[in-house]
C-alpha cells in the first residue's frame, strides 16, 4: 500500500454524524479520566469492557492492547499541550469525538471514525420547561445574579452540554451510544492532588475544576443524577476520594463493580 502523508490524510479525513452512533451498544462501560485515583485501576482486569476515555488518561491504555472504544478531547490546549499522548489517542482509539477544527490539523493518520463536538442549542423557555419531552434535559441554574441553562443530551446530534469537566461529555456519549451501566474510573475533580500522568518530566495543563466544581460541575451533576440516571441508565463512581456525593453516583468498589457486571451477563 502506498504511504499517505499526515497532510494527504487529514485532506481525506471526514467526520461522521453522531447520528451514525446512536444506540451502538448496550450494557456496561467504563469511563477512565486522569484523577490520580485512576492509577491503581486494573485497566487489564476488565479488558472485555468497552472503555471510553479522554485526554491524558489515555496514557493508561498504551502498552496494553486495549483500545479506547470512544476517545474524547473537548479542551483545545490539549494537543498542544501533550502533543505525544493526544497523538497516542489518535492511533489507539477506535472513535474519536473531537471538534471540526481539529480535524483539518491531526498530527498523525489516524482510523478511527471521528465525531464532530457541537454544543446543544439555546432553548426556549417552554422547552426548558419540558425538556423531559426532548432527547435534552434542561434547567436554569442561577449565579452571580445571572441565569445559564445546564443540561444533559441525550442525543449527540443536538449537541452536548458543557459542564466544564470532559468526563461530562463522556457521561452523555456513554448514553448516547447506548450503554446504561457507567463506571467512573478517576473522576476524582481534585486538582490539588494532580492528574496521574503529570509528573516533573512532563508539562502540567492547566485547571480551572475548582473554578467551576459548584457552579457548573455539581449542579450537571446533580441534574444527571434526578432527571437521567435509573433504570435505563445507571452511573457508579469507582473514586472513593472524588468530590462527587454519594447520593449523585453511588461510590462502589472494583470488586463491586466485577459483580454487577457479572450479574448483567
Known amino acids: 500500500m502506498e504511504a499517505v502523508s499526515v497532510n494527504e490524510w487529514n485532506d481525506q479525513a471526514s467526520i461522521k454524524d453522531f447520528a451514525c452512533s446512536h444506540n451502538i451498544a448496550k450494557g456496561p462501560v467504563f469511563i477512565v479520566a486522569s484523577g490520580a485515583s485512576a492509577k491503581g485501576f486494573p485497566l487489564e482486569r476488565f479488558a472485555d469492557v468497552p472503555m471510553i476515555t479522554m485526554n491524558g488518561a489515555i496514557s493508561m491504555f498504551m502498552g496494553t492492547g486495549i483500545n479506547p472504544f470512544f476517545y474524547v478531547c473537548s479542551d483545545t490546549g490539549f494537543p498542544k499541550e501533550q502533543p505525544d499522548l493526544y497523538a497516542h489517542a489518535l492511533q489507539l482509539s477506535h472513535r474519536l469525538a473531537l471538534w471540526p477544527d481539529e480535524v483539518d490539523t491531526l498530527p498523525v493518520p489516524t482510523r478511527a471514525d471521528i465525531f464532530a463536538l457541537q454544543k446543544a442549542s439555546k432553548a426556549t423557555l417552554f422547552q426548558t420547561a419540558f425538556s423531559s419531552q426532548f432527547q435534552v434535559v434542561r434547567r436554569r441554574a442561577l449565579w452571580g445574579g445571572s441565569s445559564r441553562t445546564i443540561g444533559f443530551s441525550k442525543d449527540l446530534s443536538q449537541g452536548y452540554f458543557d459542564a466544564r469537566t470532559v468526563a461530562y461529555v463522556a457521561l452523555q456519549i456513554a448514553y448516547h451510544v447506548g450503554f446504561t451501566q457507567v463506571f467512573l474510573v478517576g473522576v476524582d475533580l481534585n486538582p ?60 462502589i468498589s472494583v470488586d463491586q463493580a466485577e459483580s454487577i457486571i457479572l450479574s448483567g451477563r
Open 192 to 251: 490539588a492532588v494532580g492528574r496521574f500522568y503529570e509528573n516533573a518530566g512532563r508539562a502540567i495543563s492547566p485547571c480551572g475544576l475548582d473554578d467551576h466544581y459548584e457552579r457548573r460541575i455539581l449542579p450537571s451533576l446533580e441534574l444527571m443524577s434526578k432527571r437521567v440516571m435509573g433504570e435505563r441508565f445507571a452511573v457508579y463512581n469507582l473514586s472513593r476520594d472524588s468530590r462527587i456525593p454519594h447520593s449523585v453516583t453511588p461510590k
